[in-house]
């Protein structure tokens, strides 16, 4: 079997196409896999550390600012997008796989679509509960649209073919335990208040934290593992304005990155972050109560809706960013974490949504479209 995968931009669209790949390979080890992302995109770097043959092609997302250099960026796009259907024709017809797999991000729109005239098989899978701009384009092409959240066929065309299969989850978040995690981390039996913003951070969810971190530093009400991440680089002088000495505070772990997530997620409490698709299924796969604050500067505002998903189903806290404050979450924080009762029935909630065979579910419609195509080509 020979397989494209096309998807990129960030790595909620890169790491869904490696897990099932690595599914592909476990159970069809002689399985050629090819990687089409963008030229000098993030997946360029994460597929070759995964050991997979990749392939670039040139192309850019639209801007949404209709002023002259956003005009300008987009003539540019539709220039590329032309250019990067050609490319992705070239490698298709070299390749010559037997089945197209695409994981959003503009990248996966022209190889799909290509793949899709050339009479290649196709499926794309969309990771948020708000369908992306390029899922919405190929949707009415592909053989099958699989969806990581069910809500989101409510966006899409209703002739399209809908799988749900969930969002692929690392296997460490999966077998992570909480009582063993916390040993590992030197936690006691306070609360673990697990926060964080993503890799580059968000400035203001590192500054309403501040004060309840101040707080815990002085009265060790609670256990703080928070990631303030690249661009959050002045937290820690924050904190030491605010008189937090963190040498002395042993029940605050302030860093910039989190190296060891499974473990730390696996030791939480509660935790504190933005809304990406991959970091909810982590959440939900090991039923973890949530406070969530959805970044307002993605497309279509997707994580908004990502959110509301787990807040419909009472298993999160959603404060949108507009109303967050250091006081309202703190708040928040005290009162859930005050609340064994309400804690548990998130935690059960957030288990109860989990969907933790994803990558094999995608591999069982990898196989069934592959089938239903062979059929058709004896048919012919």
């Known amino acids: ?70 005009i300008k960026t987009n003539i540019v796009t539709v220039k590329k997008a032309v250019t990067a259907s050609r490319e992705a024709k070239k490698i298709l017809a ?24 050339m009479g290649i098989p196709t499926i794309i899978h969309e990771q948020n509960a708000f369908p ?6 190929l949707s009415k092409h592909v053989d099958r649209v699989m969806l990581a959240v069910p809500s989101a066929r409510e966006y899409l065309k209703k002739g399209c073919a809908f799988v749900d299969t969930g969002n692929p ?7 992570a335990d909480r009582e063993a995690a916390r040993r590992e981390l030197g936690l006691d039996s306070r609360p ?7 890799s580059l951070g968000a400035r203001i969810i590192n500054e309403s934290l501040a004060e309840i971190i101040t707080r815990s530093a002085n009265d060790g009400r609670y256990q703080h ?24 505070a042993a029940n605050l772990d302030i860093r910039e990155y989190i190296n060891n997530m499974p473990t730390c997620l696996a030791a939480a409490d509660l ?9 909810l299924s982590e959440i939900q796969a090991q039923g973890k109560p949530s406070i969530l604050i959805p970044s307002p500067n993605v497309a279509e505002n997707h994580q908004y809706h990502n959110a509301m998903a787990l807040a419909k ?49 995608i591999y069982s419609v990898i196989v069934e479209v592959l089938s239903m195509a062979k059929v058709r080509k004896n048919k012919a």
Not at 132 to 137: L, P, Q, R, S
Not at 271 to 279: D, K, Q
């Open 94 to 117: 070299e390749f010559q796989p037997d089945i197209c797999v695409g994981t959003g991000g503009y990248v996966s729109g022209p190889v799909i679509r290509t793949a899709a005239k």
């Open 313 to 361: 189903n009472n298993a999160a806290v959603v404060i949108e960013e507009s109303e967050l404050t250091p006081e309202k979450l703190t708040a928040e924080i005290d009162k859930l974490a005050s609340d064994s009762k309400r804690l548990a029935e998130f935690a059960k909630n957030a288990k109860a949504m989990a969907i933790t065979d994803a990558a094999k579910r």
């Open 271 to 279: 935790v504190i972050a933005r809304s990406g698709a991959i970091t």
């Open 192 to 198: 673990v208040i697990l926060s964080f913003g993503g």
């Open 132 to 137: 992306g701009v390029t899922t919405k384009m």
């Open 169 to 175: 989850v690392r296997g460490e978040i999966l077998t």
């Open 225 to 248: 593992i928070h990631a303030y991440g690249q661009y959050g680089k002045w937290f820690p002088e924050l904190l030491k304005e605010k008189g937090v000495d963190l040498k002395k």
């Open 1 to 70: 079997m020979k397989i494209v995968f096309a998807g990129g931009g960030t790595a909620g669209h890169i790491n869904p196409a490696l897990a099932v790949a690595g599914y592909v390979k476990s159970r069809q080890p002689d399985t050629e896999i090819l990687y089409i992302g963008n030229k000098g995109g993030m997946e360029e770097r994460l597929v070759a550390q995964a050991g997979y043959d990749f392939k670039a092609i040139s192309i850019q997302g639209f801007s949404r600012k209709l002023t002259p250099a956003g």
